[in-house]
C-alpha cells in the first residue's frame, strides 16, 4: 500500500511539472470550442448543431490530450530509464502506467467540469442530467480504449519525441475522421466502414451522441460499445506480447561450453 501511495505521488509530481501539457490541455478544449460554436452560430437552428459538439468534444479534444500526456510521460520514464528503477523496487511498467493515469484522470475530471461550465455559461448548453449513467458509461470505455491505445503505442515507440508526432497524428484522424470537423453521417458508406475499423472513436461518438443529445438508452448502442471494448482488449494484450518479446531478446543467455 506504501508503495502504491508513494508511487501516485510521484506520477502527480511529474504531471504537475509538465506545465506545458496542463496548460496545452486547459486551453485547447475551450478555445477550439469557440471557433466551431462561432461557425456553426449562424441560425435559429445552431444551439442544437453546438449541442452535438460537447460530447464530441470530451472523446476526440479532452481525451486525446490527456492520452498525449500520458503517453509523453510513459515513454520519457522508459527512455529516461526510470522504469527499470522501478522494476528493481518490485513495480512492473503495468503499475506505473495505471498510478500514472488515475493521476491524470483526476486531472481530466477537473478540466471536463469546467469546460462543461463554460459550455452552460457561453452558449446554455444542456446536459444529459437524465441519461447520465449512460454516458459516463461510454466516457469509462473511452478512457479504457484510449489506456490501451497509449499502452501499444508505447510498446513500439521507444522515443518520447517520436511519440509526440505519432500522438498528433492520431489526434488528426481523430478530428478529421472522428465526427468532429465533419459529421460522421455525412461521409460515404463505404468511407464510414473503413473509419469504423481503422478509428474506433466513430463507434463511441455515434453511441456517446446518441445517449448525450437523443436521449437513448445504453442497450441501443451495446453494440458500438462492444466492439471498442473488444479492440482495447486486443490493443493492451498486443502491448503486453510486444514487452515480453522485448524482453525475453534483451536477455543475455549464458554460454553454455
Known amino acids: 500500500m506504501k508503495k502504491t501511495i508513494a508511487l501516485i505521488k510521484y506520477s502527480m509530481k511529474r504531471i504537475i511539472s509538465d506545465n506545458t501539457g496542463i496548460i496545452f490541455a486547459f486551453l485547447m478544449p475551450i478555445g477550439f470550442y ?14 442544437a448543431m453546438i449541442q452535438y459538439l460537447v460530447p464530441n468534444y470530451l472523446l476526440i479534444i479532452i481525451l486525446n490530450a490527456v492520452m498525449n500526456i500520458f503517453g509523453m510521460l510513459l515513454v520519457s520514464a522508459e527512455e529516461s530509464g526510470n522504469l527499470i528503477k522501478f522494476r528493481l523496487m518490485g513495480v512492473s511498467k ?3 502506467a495505471v498510478s500514472l493515469f488515475l493521476c491524470l484522470l483526476a486531472m481530466e475530471i477537473v478540466l471536463i467540469t469546467l469546460f462543461l461550465t463554460f459550455c452552460v455559461v457561453f452558449d446554455g448548453i444542456n446536459l444529459p442530467l437524465n441519461n447520465l449513467v449512460p454516458c459516463l458509461v461510454i466516457l469509462v470505455v473511452a478512457h479504457l480504449f484510449q489506456f490501451a491505445l497509449t499502452m501499444l503505442l508505447s510498446a513500439i515507440v521507444k522515443k518520447a519525441t517520436t511519440f509526440s508526432g505519432v500522438g498528433l497524428g492520431i489526434f488528426m484522424l481523430q478530428m478529421f475522421a472522428g465526427g468532429l470537423a465533419i459529421p460522421i453521417a455525412m461521409f460515404p458508406d463505404n468511407l464510414r466502414n473503413i473509419l469504423e475499423v481503422v478509428n474506433p472513436v466513430v463507434h463511441l461518438s455515434t453511441a456517446l451522441i ?3 443529445v437523443l436521449g437513448e438508452s445504453l442497450e441501443n448502442n451495446l453494440g458500438s460499445i462492444l466492439i471498442v471494448i473488444g479492440f482495447s482488449i486486443a490493443c493492451i494484450v498486443l502491448s503486453l ?6 524482453s525475453t531478446q534483451a536477455t543475455v543467455k549464458p554460454i553454455i561450453s
Do not use: C, E, H
Open 34 to 47: 469557440v471557433v466551431f460554436s462561432t461557425l456553426f452560430n449562424t441560425g435559429p437552428d445552431s444551439k
Open 94 to 96: 503495468m503499475n506505473y
Open 210 to 212: 446518441n445517449t448525450w
Open 241 to 246: 506480447l510486444i514487452q515480453k518479446a522485448r
